[in-house]
Nanobody, 123 residues
């Protein structure tokens, strides 16, 4: 029902910033909770941030709290992840996901996934 497409990944130096975008199509984006997850080479996919359908509630992994900000613009069917003070440990493929639940931080609750965008942070 929903297709997701991430963009904005790339190579940045430690301490730099990057903004990821996620464009949704097929259904109104405001019907879904949205989340960002990441997967480093050889590791399990992990939760990064989540936001409720109207943006009233947000959740962050402890590792990114205070550095990353999740937001959305439902009129444009787009979600965002602003990443500041990036560290080499943030290097991973970042995935946008949507859930039929109000909001969730669990991978298993996500119903739709994008194909990911690579973020590489150099030291």
């Amino acid at each position: 029902q929903v297709q997701l497409l991430e963009s904005g990944g790339g190579l940045v130096q430690a301490g730099g910033s990057l903004r990821l975008s996620c464009v949704a199509s097929g259904r109104p984006f405001g019907l879904y909770g949205m989340g960002w997850f990441r997967q480093a080479p050889g590791k399990e996919r992990e939760f990064v941030a989540a936001i409720s359908p109207y943006g009233r509630t947000t959740y962050y992994a402890d590792s990114v709290k205070g550095r990353f900000t999740i937001s959305r613009d439902n009129a444009k069917n787009t979600g965002f992840l602003q990443m500041n003070s990036l560290k080499p440990e943030d290097t991973a493929v970042y995935y946008c996901a949507a859930t039929n639940r109000v909001v969730s931080t669990n991978l298993g609750d996500m119903d739709y996934w994008g194909k990911g965008t690579l973020v590489t942070v150099s030291s």
